[in-house]
């Protein structure tokens, strides 16, 4: 069964940075499309960033591309998110998923196993 554990949320400054982890077990993530989705309160879940299992291919959504960069390290079977420039939008739940579809894009729908997601504050 994979399983995800998420971390490096937390409370960041307008303009700061936060590096995300999404820990995996139970399978390797080169196997999977891995994804970044997030939450935040009274709206739906979004996606951010998806990998594809290859590494060759990763896509961003218009509202941080630029700002955010998804990386992973298969010796660590971990993947990351780093966000630059955040703002206070940005708060949110982020998590991280995977799927076995390779088409599965940004839609969350798409994505079959979840980690139970870290806070994202951006607040002066």
């Known amino acids: 069964q994979l399983h995800f554990v998420e971390s490096g949320g937390g409370l960041v400054q307008p303009g700061g940075s936060l590096r995300l982890s999404c820990a995996g077990s139970?399978?390797?993530?080169?196997?999977?499309?891995i994804g970044w989705f997030r939450q935040a309160p009274g709206k739906e879940r979004e996606g951010v960033s998806w990998?594809?299992?290859?590494?060759?291919?990763?896509e961003y959504s218009e509202s941080v591309k630029g700002r955010f960069t998804m990386s992973r390290d298969l010796a660590k079977n971990t993947a990351y998110l780093r966000m630059n420039s955040l703002k206070p939008e940005d708060t949110a739940v982020y998590y991280c998923?995977?799927?076995?579809?390779?088409?599965?894009?940004?839609?969350?729908?798409?994505?079959?196993?979840w980690g139970q997601g870290t806070q994202v504050t951006v607040s002066s």
């Open positions: 998923a995977a799927s076995p579809w390779a088409k599965a894009g940004l839609d969350p729908t798409h994505f079959h196993w």
């Open positions: 139970g399978g390797t993530l080169d196997f999977y499309v």
């Open positions: 990998m594809s299992s290859s590494g060759d291919n990763i």
